[in-house]
């Protein structure tokens, strides 16, 4: 098994090999993991890098949590925590739980990195510089007396230079 805190760095492209990169969603951070988020979610893609590996491929497990979102601070408020203590807990669990099920990543991170952000910024650029973007609107209900903005209080946004740009 390949351990959760290893890192991707150690695997890279080889010229001439096939290369798999497999990921798959990455369950919210506001709950234990049960075993509806295993088989429903990391399972296919850990058995589908095992047999990759095992034909000899180089391949690349990746996944993480996702720590964005209303679950997030919807966790918290029932906590009464901030939405960053909720990720670091659940992160934790989540990654202990997998490693129990022996499952396995080469890169188990988390939306809330630097990186991670870098990455997702750089994508939705080269998608709005094509023109491959459209903007609607919806109507939705809202609970007007159950207002959360712990997120922005837990993670307060910094611009980037990756951010400026759209203005």
Partial sequence: MVDVKSTAAQKLPIQGKRNILITSAFPYVNNVPHLGNVIGCVLSADVFAKYFRLRGYNA??????????????????????TPQQICYKYHEIHREVYEWFNIGFDKFGRTSTPQQTEVCQAIFKKLSENNWLSENTMQQKQ?????????????????????????
């Fill in 143 to 167: 609970d007007l007396e159950e207002k959360c903005n712990t997120t922005q209080q837990a993670f307060p946004i910094e611009e980037t230079e990756n951010q400026k740009w759209r203005k």
């Fill in 60 to 81: 690349i497990n990746i996944c993480g949590t996702d720590e964005y979102g209303t679950a997030t601070e919807t966790k918290a408020l029932e906590e009464k925590s």
